[in-house]
């Protein structure tokens, strides 16, 4: 494989994803490289489906391998929402901000005891010839009642990573993506792409 889009409108995710291919031997494109492409409606009930529909319709559209990523906050005390609606949480318009103050509302009398969460991450890569193989990455940890840290996207500033003893948004990149549900699937990606 010589060229590979990645099919992500989030900044954040880019970045880390574009940190964990460094080493990979293609020519790394993203969406900016191609800004007439539609918006890809994210209408599966899986992070898989999604996934798969982001990859596989940047891949027809582009005649390049498209790598897609679908991720999501899962609480165990919310019965698993926000899940595949976490980018949506808050409603249309929602921010990364708007997402984590209703998330701290939701969660607010609950114990930390019962604030288990998890991240879960799927990754996509799809041909042109609509193939597509997928490769998923959890990460297990409890969500804060109030924010921490400066960095990373999302719900980082919220969720406590036990081993680390500090949110995601207090970890470097490098060390978020050595642990990370993102860093996982694509550590499985880059095993497969380095077999073939
Ligand atoms: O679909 P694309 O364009 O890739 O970008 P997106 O931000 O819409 O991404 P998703 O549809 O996969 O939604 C993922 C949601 O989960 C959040 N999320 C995913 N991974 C995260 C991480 O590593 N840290 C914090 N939040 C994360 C993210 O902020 C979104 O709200
Ligand atoms: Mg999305």
Redesign the pocket.
């Known amino acids: 494989m010589t060229d590979l889009i990645v099919?992500?409108?989030?900044k954040?995710?880019l970045l880390?994803i574009g940190k964990i291919l460094e080493g990979v031997h293609c020519r790394i494109y993203s969406l900016a490289d191609f800004p007439d492409l539609p918006e890809i409606e994210?209408d599966g009930v899986t992070?898989e489906q999604?996934a798969i529909k982001?990859a596989s319709a940047i891949a027809q559209l582009t005649g390049l391998p498209a790598l897609?990523?679908?991720?999501?906050?899962v609480v165990d005390a919310l019965g698993g929402r926000?899940g595949v609606f976490?980018?949506?949480?808050a409603g249309t318009g929602?921010t990364?901000e708007t997402?984590n103050a209703k998330l701290l509302e939701e969660l607010r009398g609950t114990p930390p005891e019962r604030r288990g969460a998890a991240?879960h991450?799927v990754i996509a890569l799809c041909l042109p010839d609509g193939s597509c193989t997928t490769f998923s990455g959890e990460l297990r940890g409890s969500i804060l009642e109030v924010p921490q840290g400066g960095g990373?996207?999302?719900?980082?500033p919220l969720?406590f990573v036990e081993e680390e003893g500090s949110s995601?948004a207090e970890l470097p990149l490098e060390r978020?993506n050595r642990l990370?549900?993102?860093g996982k699937a694509l550590e499985l990606l880059k095993g497969k792409l380095s077999k073939a």
């Open positions: 099919a992500t409108r989030n954040g995710k880390e994210e992070f999604n982001k897609a990523d679908d991720s999501g906050l926000p976490s980018a949506r949480y929602a990364d997402n991240f991450c990373g996207f999302g719900y980082d969720f995601l978020k990370s549900h993102r």
